[in-house]
């Protein structure tokens, strides 16, 4: 079977030259490349996929960065981002940076390594070297449940976070709560702050001022939520509700309180947010913030696949709707 070192031999030229070609090296003229490709032609050399993205000039590969595929809010929004561009003949190559920095940067710098047509994205930081990689990187870029820094001019698919978390405590004042707790995610976590915002500004908006005590920043997982539920009910044990900044931290609350026996929501209301399907388990019954994660997937894939198809490296950003879905875990305040 004909190898690159044959394809070098028949042309006469080094078999780094033939390398740098496949590759697209910029100091190989493109008569050269072709070259190239004729001789594997008649050698019969069979192209691999990175010579005939030479001739195409596309790779028909994105690369799709998500923080945490444990996480079922993510993986379901991956599936539908894999849908929508397989469907469209393009070849998703997964990163889970697993919240690292290192791992982010390692993802963005092989982008061009790889020479990817397109990526979606959902960061967990972004420093300064990460957004320089990104200005270099001259594809489109889409950011799927992020907000891109002002400086870059990007597309993002998300959900209104501050809406949600109003429409959330609101709810909870209307059945006449007024010590309620919140339980947030990582503090530098833009959806957890927008949340808090929308906790805090529907308060003061019913002349009530935020008790310091009854604020618990933590993580994003159940034992996050079960750890903060226990801190809540210490520190501020007159409280009636509280909303956790995600599902997973609203289950936590729960089973904290069934195993305090602390009915719900008799004793305390618990509202969640994401709408994820364990919330709807019978046993759980989750009062929630849903998010429409498989429509966030493929707005993002369509997003990416109008800018591919017009050439462009912008486009609308797109922010979708939160719904109070109401279960069980929520009720009157008893006075």
């Given at each position: 079977?004909?190898?690159?070192?044959d394809v070098?031999?028949?042309?006469?030229?080094?078999?780094?030259?033939?390398s740098?070609?496949?590759?697209?090296?910029?100091?190989?003229?493109?008569?050269?490349?072709?070259?190239?490709?004729e001789?594997m032609?008649?050698?019969?050399?069979?192209?691999?996929?990175?010579?005939?993205?030479?001739?195409?000039?596309?790779?028909?590969?994105?690369?799709?960065?998500?923080?945490?595929?444990?996480?079922?809010?993510?993986?379901?929004?991956?599936?539908?981002?894999?849908?929508?561009?397989?469907?469209?003949?393009?070849?998703?190559?997964y990163?889970?940076?697993?919240?690292?920095?290192?791992?982010?940067?390692?993802?963005?710098?092989?982008?061009?390594?790889?020479?990817?047509?397109?990526?979606?994205?959902?960061p967990?930081?972004?420093?300064?070297?990460a957004?320089?990689?990104?200005?270099?990187?001259?594809?489109?870029?889409?950011?799927?449940?992020?907000?891109?820094?002002?400086d870059l001019?990007?597309?993002?698919?998300?959900?209104?976070?501050?809406?949600?978390?109003?429409?959330?405590?609101?709810?909870?004042l209307s059945?006449?709560?007024?010590?309620?707790?919140f339980m947030?995610?990582?503090?530098?976590?833009?959806?957890?702050?927008?949340?808090?915002?929308g906790?805090?500004?529907?308060?003061?908006?019913?002349?009530?001022?935020?008790d310091?005590?009854?604020?618990?920043?933590?993580?994003?997982?159940?034992?996050?939520?079960?750890?903060?539920?226990?801190?809540?009910?210490?520190?501020?044990?007159?409280?009636?509700?509280?909303?956790?900044?995600?599902?997973?931290?609203?289950?936590?609350?729960?089973?904290?309180?069934?195993?305090?026996?602390?009915?719900?929501?008799?004793?305390?209301?618990?509202?969640?947010?994401?709408?994820l399907?364990?919330?709807?388990l019978?046993?759980?019954?989750?009062?929630?913030?849903?998010?429409?994660r498989?429509?966030?997937?493929?707005?993002?894939?369509?997003?990416?696949?109008?800018?591919?198809?017009?050439?462009?490296?912008?486009?609308?950003?797109?922010?979708?709707?939160?719904?109070?879905?109401?279960?069980?875990?929520?009720?009157?305040?008893i006075?």
């Amino acid at each position: 079977m004909p190898t690159i070192k044959d394809v070098a031999k028949h042309l006469g030229v080094s078999v780094s030259t033939v390398s740098r070609a496949l590759n697209n090296h910029p100091d190989i003229k493109q008569d050269t490349k072709n070259e190239v490709l004729e001789a594997m032609k008649r050698i019969n050399y069979t192209p691999n996929a990175v010579a005939r993205s030479l001739i195409s000039r596309k790779s028909n590969t994105i690369g799709l960065m998500i923080p945490d595929i444990t996480d079922p809010f993510f993986s379901a929004m991956a599936h539908d981002v894999e849908e929508v561009l397989s469907d469209n003949g393009y070849q998703v190559v997964y990163v889970n940076t697993s919240r690292r920095l290192e791992k982010e940067k390692r993802f963005l710098t092989s982008v061009m390594e790889r020479k990817m047509d397109g990526i979606i994205v959902t960061p967990d930081f972004l420093d300064e070297e990460a957004l320089e990689i990104m200005r270099r990187l001259e594809i489109p870029v889409v950011f799927l449940r992020r907000r891109p820094p002002q400086d870059l001019d990007m597309p993002f698919v998300d959900v209104d976070h501050y809406e949600g978390a109003c429409n959330a405590m609101d709810y909870l004042l209307s059945l006449g709560h007024s010590r309620i707790g919140f339980m947030g995610m990582p503090p530098y976590s833009f959806t957890g702050q927008e949340r808090y915002r929308g906790y805090v500004d529907c308060l003061k908006k019913r002349g009530l001022e935020p008790d310091p005590s009854g604020i618990v920043w933590d993580g994003r997982t159940i034992a996050c939520g079960y750890r903060a539920m226990g801190k809540l009910m210490e520190d501020y044990p007159s409280m009636t509700a509280v909303f956790a900044a995600n599902d997973l931290l609203g289950i936590g609350a729960l089973e904290w309180l069934a195993e305090h026996k602390l009915s719900v929501p008799e004793r305390m209301s618990v509202i969640g947010f994401d709408n994820l399907e364990v919330s709807d388990l019978h046993w759980i019954k989750l009062t929630t913030v849903a998010q429409p994660r498989k429509e966030m997937g493929r707005k993002a894939a369509e997003v990416l696949l109008q800018m591919l198809t017009e050439n462009k490296l912008t486009a609308q950003s797109i922010l979708l709707p939160t719904k109070l879905i109401i279960r069980e875990t929520c009720t009157s305040v008893i006075k």
